[in-house]
């Protein structure tokens, strides 16, 4: 299990399209309300904009910490965890999902920190587009990443409303998921390790 957290490495794409500048995109946005799901976007883009403006960014503490908790909360790890391990969570203990979702938080935290102090938020463009409702607990916030030295990235956030707040549960980048991405990952080790513990 651990082995396959650590391979994930894509998932750095989709953390580092993350740290953008919220005054970029603010011309370009549709007005938005706290009840939307874009308002969570939005509200986390802003903490970052406003923390990588601060010298605390360099330190590596203050920077993990603030991390985890202004931005990691909006991420819906117990949903992610879930739909990752599908069917094959009824053979594991209660132990391993929890050391699963354990790894799976840390792994995104790492990324977040790595690139929140690199990232080039002044050359970064991002256009917003309307919130898309599949249900009333379910939804789709989409962006347009635009940048001098690469072609346009489109971003999907999908979302789910857990009490009165909407949570991350997957983002892709120009259609590939970072859910998805985990769950071939997850059951390609998950084949690994029975291959290598079967008995004849």
């Not at 919220?22 to 970052?48: C, E």
Request: charge should be positive; proline fraction near 5%; hydrophobic fraction near 35%.
């Amino acid at each position: 299990m651990r082995s396959f957290i650590k391979q994930a490495q894509c998932i750095l794409t989709f953390t580092s399209l993350l740290l953008v500048s919220s005054q970029s995109f603010a011309s370009t946005s549709p007005p938005i309300t706290p009840t939307d799901p874009a308002y969570v976007i939005h509200t986390a883009l802003d903490k970052i904009t406003t923390f990588s403006s601060n010298s605390d960014k360099v330190n590596a503490a203050r920077l993990r910490g603030f991390i985890e908790n202004e931005i990691i909360p909006h991420f819906d790890f117990d949903n992610m965890s879930h739909w990752i391990t599908g069917r094959y969570a009824s053979n594991m203990s209660d132990k391993d999902k929890s050391d699963f979702q354990r790894n799976l938080r840390e792994t995104f935290l790492s990324s977040l920190s790595k690139h929140l102090g690199s990232f080039d938020a002044k050359n970064t463009r991002v256009k917003f587009y309307p919130a898309r409702y599949r249900g009333p607990a379910e939804s789709f916030v989409s962006a347009r990443i635009f940048r001098p030295d690469v072609p346009p990235v489109r971003l999907d956030f999908r979302m789910r409303l857990s009490g009165d707040s909407w949570k991350i549960i997957d983002v892709k980048a120009n259609g590939s998921s970072a859910v998805l991405y985990y769950r071939r990952h997850f059951i390609s080790q998950l084949r690994q390790y029975q291959r290598n513990n079967r008995h004849y």
